[in-house]
């Protein structure tokens, strides 16, 4: 299978990117081919830098733009036909690749997706998902910020593009969905989550756990968190600086050498990098949006689990379940 | 001064309220004056296990019932007349008291609050303020769950309620406004936060300092957080057991007795008990929830938070502003 990796999203890009497809093509199964994108000059440089690579899995693709953060996404399209984040998405619309990986700015990587991969049949709002990092297992949150002022149905589409994710990339049999809200009982909540809350209660093809409250989200009480892109993007955003106030505030406070070793250890489970991206679900084909500050390993990571979509057919099975289920 | 205490409304009522109470009476100004509201026979115990009280200060007033956890809100006036919550406010209502201080039920604080006490002229949602500890100072978030569904005057209204809080209460002299939102671009947001970002920016009144993306929470860059209730509920309870996860996380992790030390007074700063309690705003009163989990330091803290709204003469502050307002 052939995986794109735009070379031009990261802080510190390409070197991070090329970086991370070199652990990739070393570390993952030998039937990855990485299709680097970005300026061919600086690429080959980069790439020369390293030895004894695969070079017959390893391609490069010359996209002379880059959208640069803070750009207006809506766009892109127009504005940068020539960048890496738009030629990578073609290469797979055309059929030359299988998935599409970036660090560049989420709202140009969404809306550069949805407009050359297109929606799948039967998503009114493809969704961006986010694996959090729990007490028990890491759960999926979507949608984590492509969709603000959700409709009821489009929630019910966010659990089955979860229920569909969580089956084939994170193992959960029957995943079971909550839906973050301010109260466990059903009749708490606001409009769009108390409508939400029944729609989901009485959807057959789901495992629905019911609310789910603010102090439980932590708990991995369920497999796939449902809310509005709103409630999902502040939540997400707001837990990854939590957690590093926290552990910041730790190595402050804390001054032995040894425990701040300790502190390294313990603080593996809260990192990021090991769950690989976020997926968009519903579009049709695989794009997964890492962060800007992403380290080659969170590269490498996000490689992975697009590997492991395409691997699994999930957006055929995302599309089998969606076109089987009746309008909402 | 008089602060009505709900003898009736933590997890070990009433001993904890009790310890509260005799821990303000001899550590906080010697002018306030406290009334146990509960089971008299029980509180006449349980306050007789004290020695060298200032029983000049602390009056009990009999009140047979109690709301329990998880009872309609709504009906709490009908159902429970002679709760300790119905008692106690009707004491400030009736001018015997100045303040109220409860951790019973937070929806049957707020709805007994809002029947008994009323709202204030020119605030169509009283709104619960909750301190969050932050990098720097703390700052005070609302609406923390009083409100789903809201409209963006009353985010303007809740910026102006914790306007004069912070200035009263948190000593802040020109309180800087932000709002909870998705990007830090006024042209960012969902349809409440983008009308609300508008209208807050034109308030001559308020120091509105933009968009507070979830990432800045914790960078404490504003003094005042404004956002609707049901944001502000999953963010609190969010928070709350994100650092009780991380640090029970690295309690278990670090394992040496001098680091677990070390780590208690580290996270002293985490420590929601030292902000005391959670004040309704917009009601003509002062009625401040406490959680049901509350320490008798907990306890202590609302009853000086209480103390100082009287004292500041918060509520006249309040009427005062809001008077003045036109019309949104």
Chains 1, 2 share one sequence.
């Not at 299978?1 to 030998?30: F, H, Q, S, W």
């Not at 996000?302 to 691997?311: F, L, N, T």
């Amino acid at each position: 299978m052939r995986i794109v990796l735009d070379a031009m999203g990261t802080d510190g890009a390409p070197e991070t990117e090329v970086a991370g497809a070199v652990r990739a093509l070393r570390e993952l199964e030998k039937d990855i081919e990485i299709v680097l994108v970005g300026n061919q000059d600086i690429l080959q440089a980069e790439v020369a830098r390293h030895d004894d690579l695969p070079l017959d899995r390893l391609h490069l693709e010359h996209a002379p733009d880059r959208v640069l953060p803070g750009e207006a996404s809506a766009s892109v399209l127009r504005k940068h036909p020539e960048s890496s984040i738009v030629k990578g998405l073609r290469l797979q619309r055309e059929g030359e690749a299988d998935a599409f990986v970036s660090a560049g700015s989420t709202g140009a990587v969404m809306a550069a997706s949805l407009l050359i991969l297109k929606s799948l049949e039967g998503v009114d709002r493809p969704a961006i998902g986010t694996v959090l990092p729990t007490a028990k297992e890491p759960v999926l949150m979507l949608d984590a910020g492509a969709n603000v002022d959700c409709k009821p149905h489009h929630l019910v589409q966010f659990a089955h593009l979860g229920n569909i994710y969580a089956q084939d990339l994170m193992g959960r049999e029957r995943p079971r969905i909550g839906l973050v809200n301010i109260g466990e009982e059903p009749e708490k909540g606001d409009e769009l989550t108390l409508e939400a809350h029944q729609r989901l209660a009485r959807d057959p093809g789901l495992c629905f756990v019911g609310n789910i409250e603010g102090r439980e989200i932590i708990q991995g009480s369920c497999d796939v968190l449902v809310c509005d892109g709103f409630v999902g993007n502040v939540l997400l955003k707001f837990y990854e600086s939590v957690a590093q106030f926290i552990v910041g505030y730790l190595r402050r406070h804390l001054q032995r050498a040894s425990t701040q070793v300790e502190l390294d250890e313990a603080l593996y489970v809260l990192d990021y990098s090991e769950y690989g991206g976020a997926p968009l679900l519903g579009v049709n084909g695989v794009s997964i949006i890492c962060h800007g500050g992403s380290s080659p390993n969170a590269i490498r990571n996000a490689i992975r689990v697009a590997a492991q979509a395409v691997r699994t057919e999930m957006v055929e099975h995302v599309t089998r379940e969606l076109r089987s289920k009746e309008p909402a």
